[in-house]
């Protein structure tokens, strides 16, 4: 049988995928093998019958290699190229029309002109991450996750901040931006949740935990917008899993009970910032502001709104946004694009990057593996809430508050996320061939196989 598998194997150019291919073929045989045992054949005859049937061993190398065979979604990278070139040709306005105009650009204009530089690094760590295992993330979930939480957790306490708030994290010049680097948190989630499946029902309360520690951090900061889209898209993970039976506990149940605390939570905490005396007057503000768009505190979504209302189908409005709202390159790109090229161009940004968000779910959840399934799933989710989250503090239906539009939002951090997380997705489909339902990233694991 060795020498079998042996030629067999020489035609396999994936070497990640020979593990798999030959547990099967040696399972194939084995069950044959005991077959022909039972039809009367001695052991070696036995043997020599279930060889023979399996044919040829480099024909069978060669069929099985196409099989399992690495693949690059190219429609996908065609489609974030598209993406890039849209970002670049609204950047390159933007730079045009500042060094054109007088008003205070300096800061816009150089983020913008940045943006270039961005989009190349993004796209250099997106084919790195791509030529990664993504498994390396599962198998280093645990200390990277560490790391994360506790280098923004100790800057919370010693990083300067800015009228109250923490924006990046980093040693002098070499920062990077707070909430990006939490984001990355989300791809190490899910690699959490795949160690922790199976076992003992404690394994719920201990997902439970890795999830509300990034939260109460993000709070901390503080930053409720970020806390928001951590806490839903880390709960959608995890509803997810327990959706797909990795935990000993009842899945509708838990779920339900999941998302009603979570609503129950989020009601009590509104009505306690609206009429509680000892919160701060600029929080209640806030939440206000959500249902008052005549509060002065949301000036900034006012301006916009009033923009938005004379912005043209097709077509530039004639008005001058760059004079009267700040980072209309980055928070409000899509404000930008709105009053200069039309709401259907507004709405064209958001559809692009909708197809991409439906196509990376689309393929996470027809993912076999069950770690390229859990980990896509979150990353689209991420994606996901930063879009909706940006285009509803653009169209007023959310405070405004510091957010981002994937791929075309000004900021180098997050940027490179935006492409980071692309790269986790080509990684995880290029291996969608390769890898079987479960893949062992343990220690633990590859003891127990």
């Known amino acids: 049988m060795k020498e079998y598998l042996d030629k067999v194997a020489s035609q396999i150019r994936c070497k990640k995928a020979w593990p798999f291919i030959e547990n099967e073929i040696k399972m194939h045989i084995e069950d044959q093998?005991?077959?022909?045992?039972?039809?009367?054949?001695?052991?070696?005859e036995a043997i020599k019958a279930a060889i023979?049937?399996?044919?040829?061993?480099?024909?069978?190398?060669?069929?099985?290699?196409?099989?399992?065979?690495?693949?690059?979604?190219?429609?996908?990278?065609?489609?974030?190229?598209?993406?890039?070139?849209?970002?670049?040709?609204?950047?390159?306005?933007?730079?045009?029309?500042?060094?054109?105009?007088?008003?205070?650009t300096s800061q816009s204009l150089h983020n913008s002109a940045n943006y270039y530089v961005s989009i190349i690094i993004g796209s250099v760590v997106m084919f790195a991450v791509y030529k990664m295992d993504y498994t390396v993330i599962a198998e280093y979930a645990k200390p990277a996750g560490v790391f994360m939480l506790a280098v923004i957790l100790i800057s919370s306490f010693v990083s300067p901040r800015v009228n109250g708030f923490l924006y990046y994290v980093g040693i002098g010049s070499l920062r990077v931006s707070l909430?990006?680097?939490?984001?990355?948190?989300?791809?190490?989630?899910?690699?959490?949740?795949?160690?922790?499946?199976?076992?003992?029902?404690?394994?719920?309360?201990?997902?439970l935990l890795l999830l509300i520690i990034p939260v109460l951090i993000s709070m901390r900061i503080p930053n409720p917008m970020l806390a928001g889209i951590m806490y839903i898209t880390l709960l959608c993970e995890l509803s997810y899993a327990v959706s797909k039976g990795w935990f000993a506990v009842k899945k509708i149940p838990v779920n339900v009970g999941l998302w009603s605390v979570s609503f129950l939570a989020l009601s009590g905490s509104i009505c306690g910032i609206l009429f509680l005396p000892?919160?701060?007057?600029?929080?209640?503000?806030?939440?206000?502001?959500?249902?008052?768009?005549?509060?002065?505190?949301?000036?900034?979504?006012?301006?916009?709104?009033?923009?938005?209302?004379?912005?043209?189908?097709?077509?530039?409005?004639?008005?001058?946004?760059?004079?009267?709202?700040?980072?209309?390159?980055?928070?409000?790109?899509?404000?930008?694009?709105?009053?200069?090229?039309?709401?259907?161009?507004?709405?064209?940004?958001?559809?692009?990057?909708?197809?991409?968000?439906?196509?990376?779910?689309?393929?996470s959840i027809r993912q076999k593996n069950q770690l390229g399934n859990i980990m896509g799933f979150g990353c689209g989710m991420l994606l996901c809430m930063n879009l909706l989250m940006n285009a509803g503090i653009t169209l007023g239906l959310i405070p405004d508050t510091s957010s981002f539009m994937p791929f075309f939002s000004a900021g180098r951090?997050?940027?490179?996320?935006?492409?980071?997380?692309?790269?986790?997705?080509?990684?995880?489909?290029?291996?969608?061939?390769?890898?079987?339902?479960?893949?062992?990233?343990?220690?633990?694991?590859r003891e127990t196989a």
């Open 33 to 44: 093998i005991e077959d022909n045992k039972e039809a009367g054949m001695t052991e070696d």
């Open 52 to 104: 023979e049937d399996m044919g040829d061993p480099i024909e069978t190398g060669i069929k099985l290699d196409s099989v399992h065979r690495p693949e690059l979604a190219w429609k996908m990278v065609l489609l974030v190229g598209i993406i890039s070139a849209i970002g670049i040709l609204i950047h390159g306005l933007i730079c045009l029309q500042a060094g054109s105009e007088a008003w205070n």
């Open 179 to 207: 909430s990006a680097f939490m984001m990355f948190y989300v791809p190490v989630f899910g690699g959490l949740l795949y160690q922790l499946r199976g076992g003992e029902k404690i394994n719920i309360v201990w997902a």
């Open 278 to 363: 000892s919160v701060p007057e600029y929080q209640a503000a806030r939440i206000r502001a959500i249902f008052d768009h005549n509060q002065e505190s949301n000036y900034i979504g006012n301006t916009i709104r009033s923009y938005l209302s004379e912005a043209q189908m097709i077509g530039s409005s004639e008005k001058n946004i760059l004079n009267d709202i700040p980072d209309c390159n980055s928070d409000y790109i899509l404000a930008y694009v709105m009053n200069h090229f039309g709401i259907l161009a507004g709405i064209g940004i958001i559809a692009i990057l909708a197809i991409l968000i439906v196509w990376i779910i689309g393929i």
């Open 413 to 445: 951090s997050n940027i490179i996320l935006s492409y980071a997380i692309t790269g986790i997705i080509l990684s995880i489909y290029k291996y969608q061939n390769v890898y079987t339902a479960n893949v062992r990233v343990t220690k633990k694991d």
